[in-house]
């Protein structure tokens, strides 16, 4: 069954420098999404993303944070500057169409530890 | 804005018990929920998906219910096993936004 890939597992950075999180949704899916799930707490929702664009986003989703599908394949999450607490365990999903009866189908995530 | 709750935070039981997840949601105009388990420091592992239409999905021996009119979702374990053990997660997919909406979880520990 297909699978949505995310990279690295575990990315460790120093705070105040730029952290690039990569997915490879799954191949005919056209939605992509973003969350966040800091330690012991709830999952989070953070950016979603359709024809290239924007779709929706929360308000933790600051100037910070940037999502970008450069090819065909890949949907990235950049955060620029980081800071302690972003600290989390990020999570990209994708799905076919916009809700309905179609699932959004999730990664393992990228467990990001700032220093 | 969706409001997703489960109770309870915490279930201990012994093997062999079933036992029964809550979730609930505040708006009803969702397309799909979703039951996850999430084991500790891992992803999502997605367990059943019942559309807005359904009433409940059966996986083995997962049972999920949905109550759309009254927002309510319950996920049903047979014969709980130590291998059960786990963060289970409930999430809704609302229709104003396609977004998912986690709730807090029940971490369950079955105890051999």
């Known amino acids: 069954e297909p699978e949505v890939t995310q990279t690295p597992s575990h990315q460790v950075t120093q705070m105040g420098q730029e952290v690039i999180l990569r997915c490879v949704p799954i191949s005919n899916h056209l939605y992509f999404y973003w969350y966040r799930q800091i330690l012991g707490q709830k999952v989070e929702f953070l950016v979603s993303?359709?024809?290239?664009?924007?779709?929706?986003k929360s308000e933790i989703f600051d100037d910070q944070f940037s999502v970008e599908r450069p090819d065909g394949s890949n949907f990235t999450l950049k955060i620029r500057s980081t800071k302690l607490e972003d600290s989390a365990m990020y999570f990209c999903?994708?799905?076919?169409?916009?809700?309905?009866?179609?699932?959004?189908?999730f990664g393992d995530g990228t467990r990001l530890s700032i220093l | 804005k969706q409001e997703v709750t489960q109770i309870p935070a915490a279930l201990s039981v012994p093997e062999g018990e079933n036992l029964v997840l809550n979730c609930s949601f505040t708006?009803?105009?969702?397309?799909?929920l979703q039951w996850f388990r999430q084991d500790p420091g891992k992803g999502l592992t997605s367990l059943l998906l019942i559309q807005s239409s359904q009433r409940e999905q059966t996986s083995g021996r997962l049972n999920a219910s949905l109550d759309k009119s009254s927002g309510r979702s319950t996920l049903y374990i047979a014969a709980s096993q130590p291998g059960d053990s786990a963060t289970y997660l409930c999430?809704?997919?609302?229709?104003?936004?396609?977004?998912?909406?986690f709730g807090d979880g029940t971490t369950l520990t079955v105890k051999p």
């Open positions: 708006d009803s105009a969702i397309y799909n």
């Open positions: 999903a994708s799905s076919q169409e916009r809700g309905s009866n179609q699932p959004q189908h």
């Open positions: 999430a809704v997919v609302g229709v104003s936004a396609g977004k998912s909406t």
């Open positions: 993303f359709y024809n290239n664009e924007i779709s929706e």
